[in-house]
């Protein structure tokens, strides 16, 4: 059973465009993060969000938990070809010491 | 310095061969993490280690066996590996073992299995 998921799975854009991703679980988290991955390289953590309703904006990234905790979204400005790549939530749960990666994202912006 | 570093880079090996992957932190965190990934998939956790202890195993085959040194290092000593077992395998570190801290990754060494 997959705990956190994403969708959409794959995303092809024009650049210029907006975009959200959505983190979806039936559980309640302490905290959701998000990373970037670019092919061959390692996860680089992109934001965190503690609070339910917590909105983060990170350049033309905005990131937003859900009040009850549950969910996450990722939106994005103005894609660019460097926001291409893997995004993944991941989080610990509110119940438990586990920490589980959502499905991933896998996003390429065509120039 | 948010930097976690593993070596090498990429390896190819033997299915008869014995290989370790290394990977060093020096952010003072107590928890590190050995993760195996697939292209366009999620990161599958391994093993955990909280303060230089074994704590989650999550039903890895024996032929991978994790080692942590010190609290800075953390190996992976590979033997009679499968050429399904070809990935990306990622070392993280977090401050310790608490399920809401930041994961710091590595860059990941690509392993072919042959």
């Known amino acids: 059973t997959q705990l956190l998921e994403q969708s959409p799975q794959f995303l092809s854009i024009q650049e210029g465009e907006n975009l959200t991703v959505y983190c979806n679980s039936s559980?309640?988290?302490?905290?959701l993060q998000w990373y970037r991955q670019e092919p061959g390289e390692g996860p680089v953590l992109l934001v965190t969000v503690v609070t339910g309703g917590e909105v983060k904006k990170l350049k033309r990234l905005t990131f937003q938990f859900g009040d009850a905790r549950k969910d996450s979204s990722l939106h994005i400005t103005a894609a660019q070809p460097g926001d291409t790549g893997l995004y993944l939530c991941a989080g610990g749960s509110n119940t438990g010491n586990q920490f589980y990666f959502g499905t991933g994202t896998s996003l390429t912006v065509i120039p | 310095d948010t930097e976690v570093t593993q070596t090498p880079k990429h390896l190819v090996m033997g299915m008869t061969n014995k290989k370790s992957l290394k990977c060093e932190q020096h952010m003072g965190h107590r928890a590190m993490y050995w993760y195996k990934q697939k292209a366009k998939k999620p990161p599958e956790l391994m093993f955990v280690?909280?303060?230089?202890?074994?704590?989650i195993n999550e039903s890895v085959p024996s032929r991978f066996s994790p080692e942590c040194p010190n609290s800075s290092l953390l190996n992976l000593h590979l033997h009679a590996l499968q050429p399904e077992d070809s990935a990306l395998y990622l070392c993280?570190?977090?401050?310790?073992?608490?399920?809401?801290?930041?994961?710091?990754f590595g860059p990941g060494t690509r392993l072919t299995v042959t």
């Open positions: 993280a570190s977090s401050q310790d073992n608490d399920s809401g801290n930041e994961q710091y």
């Open positions: 280690y909280s303060y230089e202890k074994l704590s």
């Open positions: 559980s309640v988290f302490s905290s």
